[in-house]
């Protein structure tokens, strides 16, 4: 929800605004207001708003000043200027302090309102982004560190390049694995995650909520001894904040970085018999490139299942250590390529996509879900290959399932593929080409004239309209359905209902 602090010296405006509008409709958290920026401020530093909506001629400390003063302390916050006519002055001067939006005064609620929205529509917006680049930059972290560590990445320069790049300096004389352990209840496992990330003398990588790696590097052998000690003390205070025990095991130190690799990890677990972890940091999968290729060169779609099937035991004995689903992923996807290569067929759409294997080593934690995707691309290029056929699945019956599951939250391409027995990427490709329009699109203009219609027709809260139409997240329900309507749900009902 979208927070809101508002400033105002006029008692009538400012208690008219504060009880007329109608905040909560609009998924926004009325925190409070104030007569002036002075008695404003240390309430904002504190609440620290989304949106500050505030008027500019006030007395003790004005609204410039008091923008100016936000804008530095809170840069994320956005300003919302309220302006008389004949301040025309004031208003250039809160264009150059950044102000977001400016209103003249006198100002309905609606005109309020759509000021908000707009900063709201922004704010969404700038939060999914930061999300998307914290995903990103974790994803090529844990990449970078789970090749160095199985040898994907061969070479000492490689290395460090690609360590400049992510902003991480791994130039020294010595180097030390540690892997730990922890043991105890963790309720958020991505806060804990950055907090061990965050150590102020190691490299962390790999937390999968039992264990994290850690690398040292020190300027010799010789300073090697002390930072670990300095790390194992900082590591305890941490677990015991979080009501957790650790347990160090050391590995071998190493005079280069090349050395750095999955056999320091192996020397550790060998002495955690008891690990079920230990063999998945081997080089080898739980398939062989050859046998895998010749069965794409020769195997029927319809016996993929069983194929994959017969690795599934293997695969599961692993598939917790992240180092073992990047080698994994990256295998399929190699034998997927050289198929291709060799065939002279079109790679699956799937594998142009250049983050698609970072996200699936990242987001997936099942088994199932690389099973399936394993599948999938083997079914595509088997169904292209020389001497294959490709079934044409019906669209309409695609069209239809979505008809009638609008409603699911859970509904996407992949649920609605496996109901009509075809592959996500075939279902995408005939989708459009059937219907018209992408299956996103079509998902969305549903669900929106399913919401439109209960809007009319029902006194159901915005809320619930989101929720029986497939929505469980109202800010972004909101969002969508301005976006196709040009209004919100509550202004499209207010303009269709007498």
């Given amino acids: 929800m979208i927070s809101l602090f508002l400033v105002e010296d006029e008692r009538i405006a400012r208690e008219s605004i504060r009880d007329n509008v109608p905040w909560q409709e609009h998924d926004i958290l009325f925190l ?5 920026g002075e008695v404003a401020l240390p309430q904002l530093l504190e609440k620290r708003p989304d949106i500050l909506l505030t008027d500019i001629k006030m007395p003790f400390m004005d609204g410039l000043e008091l923008a100016r003063i936000v804008r530095k302390e809170l840069p994320d916050t956005r300003i919302i200027i309220l302006s008389g006519h004949n301040e025309f002055e004031y208003a250039r001067k809160a264009i150059t302090l950044g102000v977001n939006d400016y209103l003249l005064k006198p100002v309905s609620s609606r005109d309020i309102l759509e000021a908000v929205d707009r900063s709201k529509a922004q704010i969404l917006e700038c939060r999914a982004r ?8 974790i994803t090529q972290r844990e990449l970078f560190f789970s090749n160095l560590y199985s040898g994907i990445l061969m070479g000492p320069a490689q290395m460090l390049q690609r360590a400049a790049q992510l902003g991480i300096s791994l130039a020294a004389g010595a180097y030390q694995i540690i892997l730990t352990e922890l043991d105890g209840v963790i309720p958020d496992r991505e ?3 950055d907090k061990l990330y965050a150590a102020p003398m190691a490299y962390g990588s790999g937390f999968d909520g039992e264990r994290a790696t850690f ?3 020190a300027e010799d052998a010789a300073g090697l001894p002390p930072k670990l000690r300095e790390f194992s003390a900082w590591l305890e205070a941490l677990a015991g904040q979080e009501g957790l025990s650790v347990h160090l095991l050391p590995g071998k130190q190493a005079a280069r970085l090349s050395d750095a690799k999955a056999y320091h990890l192996l020397t ?3 002495k955690r018999r008891e690990s079920a ?3 998945t940091l081997s080089h080898s999968t739980s398939f062989q490139r050859d046998t895998l290729l010749d069965f794409l060169r020769t195997g029927k779609p319809s016996a993929l299942p069983s194929f994959w099937a017969h690795y599934r035991p293997t695969i599961e004995s692993g598939y917790s250590s992240f180092v073992y689903r990047c080698y994994l992923y990256t295998e399929l996807f190699f034998v997927v390529h050289e198929f291709c290569q060799e065939n002279r067929i079109p790679l699956p759409e799937s594998l142009r996509q250049e983050d698609l294997l970072e996200k699936r080593i990242l987001l997936t934690n099942s088994v199932d879900d690389f099973l399936t995707l394993a599948c999938q691309l083997c079914e595509e290029v088997m169904e292209v290959r020389p001497g294959g056929s490709r079934h044409t699945p019906s669209a309409e019956q695609a069209r239809a399932y979505i008809d009638r599951h609008y409603m699911d939250p859970e509904l996407s391409l992949s649920s609605v593929a496996n109901a009509v027995s075809v592959s996500p990427n075939h ?4 989708f459009k080409s059937k219907i018209g329009v992408g299956f996103s699109e079509y998902l969305t203009e549903v669900r929106i004239r399913q919401a439109k219609r209960l809007l009319i027709t029902s006194d159901l809260r915005v809320s619930e309209v989101g929720e029986r139409v497939g929505y469980q997240n109202m800010e972004y329900f909101s969002m969508l359905f301005k976006k196709n309507t ?3 749900p509550s202004q499209y009902r207010r303009s269709h209902t007498l």
């Fill in 32 to 36: 409070g207001d104030a007569p002036d």
């Fill in 130 to 137: 930061r999300i998307e680049r914290q995903s990103h930059s």
């Fill in 191 to 193: 806060a804990l995650r």
């Fill in 215 to 217: 690398l040292l590097l």
């Fill in 268 to 270: 550790i677990q060998k």
């Fill in 277 to 279: 972890d230990s063999k």
């Fill in 427 to 430: 279902l995408s490709t005939l």
């Fill in 486 to 488: 040009g209004q919100t």
